[in-house]
């Protein structure tokens, strides 16, 4: 399989623990997005990479959460100190670098309870 | 102002309806438009691409207005198989992530 893929499928956790997340990307696409999706919402962008460099994060990364690319290729994403909000459906995707082909490829997501 | 919204669903229509969905958006700069399908509990797929001059796939086509800042989907003769959640997807310029709509759900009914 050569789509992305996401690490774990589920996670349960108790309110106050901290988790980590992986995406790994399609080989040869050099963006890497992380969105949140909740129930009946479209997928909320939290932050992506070009390669290693992290260029946007959004106002909803609050200084709990945190993403790494270390060497271009996979990515983690870590929730610190997890709260019951944080429950969702968390998305990695990733897609050539082209302005004319913006296609992103979804992983199948990772689904955090918070409890 | 959301940065792309879309019409509340869920729409519920018979199998072989025509269906449209459309989608606002907000940032006049906006370079690229996109539909993506998702299924229940599945990621976000790409349906199609949105060009200026419009285009088709099938029986799915989809449509852009620059001036008035909306994009469409129509579906024609719906299959059951149509059933899914659809999202409106804005891109600002080449170096910004995709922005989703809320999605659209439709229910296509025997």
């Known amino acids: 399989d050569t789509g992305v893929s996401q690490d774990p499928r589920h996670k349960i956790t108790k309110r106050g623990q901290n988790v980590t997340f992986r995406c790994d990307p399609i080989s040869e696409h050099n963006r890497l997005y992380w969105y949140r999706q909740t129930l009946g919402q479209g997928p909320e962008f939290l932050t992506y990479?070009?390669?290693?460099?992290?260029?946007?994060k959004s106002r909803l990364l609050s200084d709990r959460f945190s993403a790494e690319r270390p060497k271009g290729s996979f990515s983690t994403l870590e929730i610190q100190r997890t709260e019951q909000g944080d429950s969702a459906m968390y998305l990695c995707?990733?897609?050539?670098?082209?302005?004319?082909?913006?296609?992103?490829?979804f992983g199948q997501g990772t689904r955090l309870t918070v409890v | 102002r959301k940065e792309v919204e879309q019409d509340p669903g869920p729409f519920n229509v018979p199998e072989g309806a025509t269906v449209a969905f459309n989608c606002t958006y907000s940032n006049s700069a906006s370079q690229s438009f996109f539909w993506y399908r998702q299924d229940c509990r599945k990621e976000p797929k790409l349906l199609m691409s949105?060009?200026?001059s419009g285009n088709e796939d099938g029986r799915f086509t989809a449509q852009l207005n620059r001036a008035s800042q909306y994009i469409s989907l129509l579906i024609r003769d719906s299959k059951l198989s149509d059933s899914a959640t659809y999202l409106c997807?804005?891109?600002?310029?080449?170096?910004?992530?995709?922005?989703f709509g809320k999605g659209t759900r439709l229910s296509v009914i025997a």
């Open positions: 990479f070009q390669n290693e460099a992290q260029l946007e």
């Open positions: 997807v804005v891109v600002r310029s080449g170096n910004t992530p995709l922005v």
């Open positions: 995707a990733s897609s050539l670098d082209q302005v004319s082909n913006t296609e992103a490829f």
């Open positions: 949105v060009y200026s």
